[in-house]
């Protein structure tokens, strides 16, 4: 599933490190969150929003939630899909726009005109208790995108680009809908206004595949689920999650249960805390999936030896698939360092870049674990500990400008820059502990 909400961080509290908690049921936008949902048939038994003092916003148990216990059940009806924007007043404009636009397009659009609507909307409960903005890197200034580790830095910078070309380029189906607006399109489906329904459908929606729609185009799998997105991530918890088609209902379970008046946790999956920024808007403190990426340029940089050799050896690892993933999609790749030292395919990778030129022939057998003899293994090792150092020193470094920046800037700026603090600390304690 995707995100739901904020992560659990793990602060220690004055006063022996309780976590204290008020809850926001009595809230008017809560009331109403609650009365629109029971209207189409949710009732919220075991949960109530609160807001925590570690996390802040949560929902909290209200009694004890035994192990393998239903923790929410949300009938589909409560659900907003494309099903609902196909049969709002948007339907007609999208079933007739061609090329159709994406499941992804028609639910943010749906979401910047409902936001415009105000008090009138349908929805307008779920969009009053949604964030005002979001901490994605989409949303970063540059000086924070600035400060990231090189491979998310380059991610952050095609997130923003993405976001802009989807504005771009549907600005004629954007004047299409000009008849349902009380004010001229360009103020209201602005590019600050799909930002911040992208952020909330790719930040806060469930996945649910959905029949696919002769008026829709691409996988169709995003389902908004208004209050279950107020439970928080936290990397230790179980659950099990996913729409139930018998009963119509999207179903969280608590693999391990929930004391009374604590704040109940999902968990998004294993993801280390570059995805979690990247996806989510936020660092999960002692995350324990949490790894330092290697850029191949780096891995280049710390190499010794001859270039021409070098280049060699680097274009027959992306000709073998070993370095493309780590380019392009750096989150699925394992050339990278955690806690207890660099990956295996990162020492693979060192030990082949080791070897002496002519050995060629045993670069293949290298990359399936073949041992190496013991000169080659110790340069390799020593490559892994500079490359190690170099990480540290560009970590160093970038915390030394963001403690700089915090005693100067503005308040937007500055949640951002904490986050990217955040992550280098993370960062910094693991490769600290790979060069003790």
């Not at 908004?224 to 969280?252: C, M, S």
């Not at 249960?257 to 808007?281: K, P, V, W």
């Not at 002692?286 to 021409?308: A, I, K, R, W």
């Not at 060192?350 to 000169?375: F, H, I, T």
Request: proline residues 5%; aromatic residues 8%; hydrophobic residues 40%.
């Amino acid at each position: 599933m995707s995100g739901c909400g904020r992560v659990a961080r793990k602060r220690k509290k004055k006063g022996g490190g309780v976590v204290q908690s008020v809850s926001l049921s009595h809230q008017t936008e809560y009331v109403e969150l609650l009365r629109f949902l029971h209207r189409r048939g949710f009732m919220s038994m075991l949960l109530q929003p609160a807001l925590f003092s570690d996390t802040g916003r949560g929902l909290q148990a209200v009694r004890s939630i035994k192990p393998n216990q239903l923790l929410i059940s949300l009938p589909e009806s409560c659900l907003l899909t494309t099903s609902i924007v196909l049969d709002s007043y948007l339907g007609h404009y999208i079933k007739s726009w061609k090329p159709p636009p994406s499941p992804l397009l028609a639910l943010c659009v749906f979401l910047m005109c409902e936001r415009h609507r105000g008090a009138d909307a349908e929805w307008s409960p779920y969009i009053h208790v949604l964030p005002a903005s979001y901490t994605c890197p989409v949303y970063f200034a540059n000086d924070a995108v600035a400060l990231l580790p090189v491979g998310l830095r380059r991610q952050a910078l095609e997130q923003k680009d993405v976001v802009r070309e989807m504005h771009s380029s549907n600005l004629d189906f954007f004047r299409s809908l000009q008849p349902i607006l009380s004010q001229p399109v360009e103020n209201v489906l602005t590019f600050e206004a799909l930002r911040w329904a992208w952020c909330s459908v790719n930040t806060r929606s469930v996945y649910m595949r959905q029949p696919s729609h002769q008026f829709l185009c691409g996988q169709d799998d995003y389902a908004l689920a208004p209050f279950l997105d107020l439970l928080n991530h936290r990397p230790d918890v179980q659950v099990k999650a996913g729409f139930n088609r018998e009963r119509k209902t999207y179903e969280i379970r608590s693999v391990c249960g929930t004391r009374r008046f604590q704040q109940a946790f999902i968990n998004y999956g294993s993801h280390d805390n570059q995805r979690l920024l990247l996806e989510y808007g936020f660092v999960a403190p002692d995350n324990p999936h949490s790894v330092v990426y290697v850029d191949t340029e780096m891995l280049c940089e710390v190499m010794e030896g001859d270039p021409t050799s070098l280049e060699q050896k680097m274009k027959f690892l992306t000709d073998n698939n070993f370095l493309n993933s780590c380019v392009l999609l750096i989150h699925r790749s394992d050339l990278s360092v955690s806690r207890e030292g660099p990956s295996w395919s990162l020492m693979t990778v060192l030990r082949l870049m080791s070897l002496p030129q002519n050995q060629n022939q045993q670069w293949k057998a290298v990359m399936r674990g073949q041992a190496v003899d013991e000169e080659v293994e110790r340069r390799s090792v020593r490559a892994a500990e500079e490359l190690c150092r170099t990480l540290l020193r560009d970590t160093l470094t970038a915390l030394e400008k963001i403690s700089s920046l915090l005693q100067q800037e503005a308040p937007l700026l500055l949640e951002q820059l904490r986050l990217v603090q955040s992550l280098r600390l993370e960062e910094k304690h693991i490769l600290e502990r790979c060069l003790v």
